[in-house]
């Protein structure tokens, strides 16, 4: 069953933005930590952003502060993910993922519940 739905992402050049949205289809899915994590071709899954309920606090990635913003919009039940000055190694596919719970998490083992995965690609 989807609880997560992750979309938004496209082709970029060097040095765009993209916003990434990720919907929830449960209210408990979305009432606890909503994580991004990305996966680029040959690598593991990578954290990126985390933000609590109902996002008081979060949490990046130490080489993506600055560039990249987690925020949530709890009316409309969604978390986005802002990504601006894109680089070409940032091409990925991005995950959302939901911890049920309130704990902000880097480690894609404590989200229990995950979106497809959005493909965004930066290149010129």
């Known amino acids: 069953q989807v609880l997560l739905r992750d979309s938004g992402g496209g082709l970029v050049q060097p040095g765009g933005s993209l916003r990434l949205s990720c919907a929830s289809i449960?209210?408990?899915?979305?009432?606890?930590?909503v994580g991004w994590f990305r996966q680029a071709p040959g690598t593991e899954r990578e954290f990126v952003a985390a933000i609590n309920w109902p996002g008081s606090r979060t949490d990046y990635a130490d080489s993506l502060k600055g560039r990249f913003t987690i925020s949530r919009d709890n009316a409309k039940i969604r978390v986005y993910l802002q990504m601006n000055n894109l680089k070409p190694e940032d091409t990925a596919i991005y995950y959302c993922g939901s911890t049920g719970n309130d704990n902000l998490s880097r480690s894609g083992s404590d989200y229990p519940y995950w979106g497809q995965g959005t493909q965004v690609t930066v290149s010129s």
């Open positions: 449960g209210r408990v899915v979305y009432t606890g930590t």
